[in-house]
């Protein structure tokens, strides 16, 4: 306590010294700094009420002598009276001073002062429209009936008038000042929360003047956008995304806000973490290229930060979904060809990835992913073309389409001990868990699991199935050699999907499971394996009531003992 | 039912006396009975305001005051005006025993307490007395700090916020006392032209004649009620005072500016005849100055030139019918005069000159 007194005693000499110089934020430069300590100094003020109101009046004076002063010039200030609950901290330091029963004429004054004070703050600027309140007095109407009604008359006429300003192009006449929409824009910084004043925000980041230069203050965005992520405010998309474009540092704020979100919910819920993704109105506004380039780059510089790790994978994948899904919701024909979005990309890669496998019956599903194979292929292994991209890049963009290389996995699973598994879908399988190897090592890795599907093709038909037998099919390498890891998780893949499509595998999920899960990080996988694959049966609307109930039940039954 | 009208009554007459110097004898106790009556009150404008006949009732009681006749001041009520008052009562009540100063030290200390528990559970706060004071003082932050930065006045001024927030305030309550009494509105009408500043009365009075027919949260109570008042009924009252009173329509046309006169005029053909007529009478006391070429009155308070073409001139660029009816008198009092193309000999020749070469 004693240490935090101290504290208080340095910030309160700051802040009187800032309250004397922004008197009551009547010029640019006092309005300007004001707005920049607004959160500070409240919280300043809830620190100063815990601390005054374990005191009694007389206490209080003793211990900040200056206490009047500091607050009068507080009440003094209109925008610290706007914003938030400023307004609410200064009347309970206030209520502090009074004293219940004053015992001098010192006691009485201070008395009177405060209570001159705390009408001050609720019948505050009554001088400025005396005729207003003459006439309402007479009618008999008391500021707390008509503040509401005049403050919304107020905002609406001015929302007009920003208005008008897209009808009248050229009309000076009618236009409003440059200078008053940057006033305006400056007075909201403090209100943005206040819900009046939302139709006025929302005017304001959709208003467009005639000025090249940006004409609305900068802190003005960065209120909105605050107030936004906190949800406070409630603004429609198309506001949010004037406010993304016109001023970038919120842009990466809200990706940044996003991904703290999902890395402190719960992981491995993509449900969860498409609700997140939707809520946050980013997908939407990604319809528009810029905006979709901004993210995307937050994406791979995360994804290289991370080193590819499966959480930010799974976001991404989510994202694009939902990106895709909003780029369609807009009817007519889009608005930017799909270069603006993946200028690295090869077009028709893109147009053959961004293809539903809703729309494709389950049965030519191969037909799609040999095409995406081999024109992976193509551009990754033939090295006289260096303009699409290098391997990291085309793997980049395959994997915001992650789902492609999963329903590769699951039919090469589904058709085992069938035919000879496609070397096309061995290759995309490859590609998408190791990019960075060379043919050579690619081809061992084909080969590799070639021999895994082989394996597991015969143990189905054998007599002697057990998890252990699976398990070892999988696990070990046909040398001996162990494995390199990317494989490993490749081949778990396999097994997985085994277990979940095979009727002979479904009987040991539980047990290979179990024998599988030698770390915490591979019961991680695993889970996020089940949940991915869910969520990906649910979009496709993929029929298979005994795979789906086996994978619900496995992932409630792992979840329960994480 | 009629206990509660009588607690509404009495708790009319509490809240009347909060503004007064008799809370000096308030102690914490009288406090926490009032704040606790008008959390009562509140309470029941939230059970009751669906429910047509009790609401009825109350409402009609509540408009009793408004029959009183004659009553020294501007403000004939201080206790409750109206149903809606009852929704925030409490905060009414607060208010005013706030700002008197009257009120001992020892009652205001436990007041402050009730009013300003501190913080607590957050997300209860809306509902609270506590929020709406905050809520309420932060409104009026926001309206000065709108009015003296990017704020100004409309220059029409009907669209004006300030002004159009107060003749829906005038509306309302000429509503509720027309309600109460059929002779209410008149009465009132003429107090408040005795006791309040006359130009923004006149002003205030031209802005309710042009608000649009049926404000929306009108429409909504009339909604809910079932109740369908006709939306033209709101400025009707209000012209018939208007129009009865020689004094007042006479101040009215003669200081409100042109413009605003021409849109009432516009909307209220009634209003149209009293102010040609009164455009003509004007004109009349003007006589030719033939040294100075000038058409002049004689008495200090008589139209000028200027003003009165003005005015025409502005009259003339109404849309039809109103515009029509002007040139019609115009050239009727022309032909009066004797029907002169000659300028100088009539001042309605000179006018309607005047004006086809101005237009």
């Known amino acids: 306590m004693a ?29 300007q700094d004001t707005c920049l300590y607004l959160p500070q100094f409240q919280e300043f003020l809830r620190q100063m009420y815990e601390a005054l109101k374990e005191m009694d009046s007389n206490t209080v004076i003793e211990r900040f002598p200056t206490i009047g002063q500091l607050l009068a010039k507080a009440c003094r200030n209109p925008f610290i009276l706007a914003y938030d609950e400023s307004q609410k901290i200064l009347i309970w330091c206030l209520c502090c001073l009074i004293n219940k029963d004053p015992q001098n004429s010192g006691e009485s ?63 000076t006449q009618s236009r409003m000042a440059p200078e008053r929409v940057r006033s305006l824009s400056r007075v909201c910084v403090p209100l943005v929360t206040l819900p009046d004043f939302e139709p006025l925000v929302e005017a304001l980041l959709t208003y467009h003047g005639q000025e090249p230069q940006e004409v609305l203050w900068p802190e003005f965005f960065g209120a909105v956008n605050e107030a936004f992520l906190l949800k406070k405010i409630c603004l429609p998309v198309s506001a949010v995304l004037c406010l993304w474009l016109r001023h970038l540092p919120s842009l990466e704020k809200a990706v940044l806000h996003l991904f703290e979100k999902l890395v402190s919910s719960e992981r491995n819920c993509l449900r969860r973490i498409e609700c997140f993704m939707k809520d946050s109105l980013l997908p939407e506004a990604a319809c528009h290229p810029a905006i979709f380039r901004v993210v995307d780059e937050m994406f791979r510089y995360a994804l290289l930060e991370t080193e590819g790790a499966p959480e930010v994978l799974a976001a991404m994948q989510v994202f694009t979904r939902c990106f895709v899904e909003a780029l369609e919701k807009e009817n007519q024909q889009p608005k930017f060809a799909l270069k603006t979005y993946f200028p690295y990309a090869s077009p028709s890669l893109v147009m053959v990835l961004l293809q539903r496998p809703k729309d494709i019956p389950q049965g030519l599903w191969h037909r799609p992913l040999k095409r995406i194979s081999e024109m992976l292929k193509e551009i990754v292994e033939d090295e006289t073309q260096g303009s699409s991209g290098g391997p990291f890049e085309n793997w980049f963009l395959l994997a915001h389409f992650g789902g492609w290389a999963d329903i590769a996995a699951e039919q090469l699973l589904t058709s085992v001990g069938d035919a000879e598994p496609p070397e096309a879908l061995l290759w995309l399988l490859a590609f998408s868990s190791s990019p960075g190897d060379g043919p050579q090592q690619r081809a061992q890795t084909m080969v590799e699991v070639k021999a895994v599907l082989s394996h597991l093709g015969r143990l189905l038909r054998s007599p002697t199935l057990s998890a252990g037998n699976l398990l070892a099919a999988a696990e070990e390498s046909r040398e001996g050699d162990p494995r390199p890891p990317a494989c490993q998780q490749l081949t778990r893949r396999l097994l997985l999907n085994f277990l979940l499509w095979a009727p002979g595998g479904r009987a040991m999920a539980r047990d290979v499971i179990t024998l599988m899960a030698r770390t915490d990080e591979i019961m991680h996988e695993i889970v996020g394996f089940l ?4 969520y990906r049966w649910d979009h496709l609307g993929v029929d298979a009531p005994g795979s789906r109930k086996l994978a619900r039940e496995l992932l409630a039954e792992l979840r329960g003992q994480a | 039912m009629d206990s509660l009208l009588q607690q509404l009554e009495r708790f009319s007459e509490v809240l009347a006396v909060s503004r007064t110097t008799h809370v000096s004898t308030w102690d914490a106790a009288t406090v926490r009975r009032a704040l606790q009556w008008a959390r009562y009150l509140r309470h029941v404008h939230r059970r009751f305001g669906r429910h047509a006949r009790i609401r009825k009732a109350l409402e009609r009681r509540l408009q009793n005051q408004w029959k009183q006749e004659g009553g020294s001041g501007p403000a004939p009520a201080l206790g409750l005006t109206n149903f809606q008052a009852l929704g925030h009562c409490d905060l009414l009540l607060s208010l005013r025993l706030l700002a008197n100063r009257a009120l001992g030290d020892a009652a205001f200390h436990y007041l402050l307490q009730e009013l300003f528990p501190g913080p607590g559970v957050p997300g209860a706060e809306e509902g609270t007395l506590q929020g709406s004071l905050a809520l309420l003082a932060r409104r009026r932050a926001a309206v000065h700090m709108l009015r003296s930065s990017a704020y100004r006045e409309n220059p029409v001024l009907q669209e004006d916020s300030l002004m159009k927030t107060q003749a829906e305030l005038l509306l309302e309550r000429l509503q509720e006392v027309g309600e109460a009494h059929a002779e209410g509105p008149g009465r009132f009408l003429s107090r408040l032209w005795e006791h309040l500043p006359h130009n923004n009365f006149l002003k205030v009075t031209a802005a309710a004649l042009l608000l649009p027919p049926s404000s929306p949260r ?99 660029q109404a849309p039809p019918p109103l515009k029509d009816e002007v040139l019609t008198t115009l050239k009727s009092c022309k032909a009066q005069d004797g029907d002169f193309e000659v300028p100088g000999l009539s001042i309605w020749t000179d006018l309607l000159l005047a004006l086809e070469s101005g237009a």
């Open chain 1, 109 to 171: 004054q201070l008395n009177s002062w405060t209570r001159g004070l705390l009408s001050h703050i609720l019948a505050a600027f009554r001088s400025d429209i005396k005729e207003v309140d003459l006439f309402t007095q007479g009618l008999g109407y008391a500021p707390a009936d008509y503040y509401p009604g005049l403050l919304k008359n107020m905002v609406l006429s001015l929302v007009s008038e920003l208005r008008e300003n897209h009808l009248n192009g050229f009309n």
């Open chain 1, 3 to 31: 240490q935090d007194s101290v504290g208080l005693s340095s910030d309160y000499q700051f802040w009187i010294q800032k309250l004397s110089v922004w008197k009551q934020a009547s010029t640019l430069e006092t309005q």
């Open chain 2, 218 to 316: 009108h429409q909504e109570e009339e909604s809910e009620l079932g109740n369908p008042r006709r939306a033209g009924e709101r400025g009707r009252e209000l012209l018939h005072w208007l129009l009865g009173k020689s004094e007042v329509i006479v101040a009215f046309c003669r200081n409100l500016p042109a413009g605003l006169l021409t849109s009432v005029a516009g909307r209220h053909p009634e209003v149209s005849r009293v102010y040609l007529g009164l455009l003509t009478d004007w004109g009349r006391h003007l006589h030719y100055d033939l040294q100075k070429g000038i058409w002049i009155g004689t008495e200090s308070q008589d139209v000028p030139w200027e003003e009165l073409y003005g005015r025409f001139q502005s009259l003339c």
């Open chain 1, 531 to 534: 949940d991915q694959t869910l």
